[in-house]
């Protein structure tokens, strides 16, 4: 192929022209009514990095126990969307523990997003650790890029730090679009503000070039760090499996890693303890030049999906999807 139908082959995985099943939480009326009010709206956002950065680290947990207990009461979809998705994990249960289910996963999820916002908006230091970095690419691997390749599971952004700590290069994170605009804006100036100068921070759809953006990086030896578990609406995506159910995910990861003649190594940031974190770091899955394109790309994607299901089995209460998967 082309080096311009590659690009093009990268741009429809981020916005092409099959559609992909979207993983983000199922809005309607409510949202209409509320607007910047709602869950998805720009009020929240400000009004939770307002709050970690005035409260004393202490009074942080007390509140996220006060506002996870709020939500979970009125979510009513989101509730039956967490609990559906980790029956694929962790089986049928009862009433009872269906509710311990939702309302740990949302108490992660409060952690996690607080979390994100101290990183961001505060000075307070936090504790990284990392499992597998003999997978690392070393020697001559070095000098080709990286798609570190994570999920929807922990603390991704966090894990998007890991290269810093280990080598030297620019790294490209591609961060998914918020629903509301304003929101979007906020996020966006927030890590435009507070990420370092060896970051370059990119949303999914604000660049219809970002495809070649991002190749032309991957070039030059640097890293991109992206999600490769859930489809846009619009993305082209690949059959594949999560957790032992059909699941199409987007083709973007695989297709840039092919593209750029580089591995795709599954990275992901489980939350610890209190802003501790354990990155762990799979073993890469380097494309095969020797194989068709469309099936390298489906071996690729699937072999993702199972470090997919591995991460979400093993902290599966750090699962963040908040739309049913298979309802």
Known sequence: MSPTGTIEQIQEGAHGVDAGASQAPEVGLARRLLGRYHVTGAFWFRFHQWGVRILPSWAVGPVILLFTTFFFLCLRRIRRAIADNLEAVLGPCSWAARQRRIWRTMWNHAWCNSERYERLSTDRSFTVEADGLE??????????????????????????YLPRATERRHVHVVREQEMDEEAQEFIEALYRERTADHFTTHFSRDNPALGAVLLSAL????????????????????????????????AGPAALARAGGCPAVPVFCFREGRRRYRISIRPPIVPNPDVEQEGDLERITNALAAEISWAIRHRPHQWFCFRALWA
């Not at 070393?138 to 603390?155: N, P, S």
């Not at 890293?223 to 032992?244: F, H, K, S």
Request: aromatic share 6%; hydrophobic share 40%; glycine share 16%.
């Open 135 to 160: 997978s690392w690419p070393e020697g001559e691997e070095m000098d080709r890029g990286l798609v570190l390749v994570t999920a929807h599971v922990g603390a991704w952004d966090v894990g998007s």
């Open 219 to 250: 070039r030059r030896g640097e890293i991109v760090g992206l999600q490769g578990d859930r489809a846009a609406t619009t993305g082209r995506t690949v059959p594949a499996e999560i957790l032992g159910y059909p699941l199409r995910l987007p």
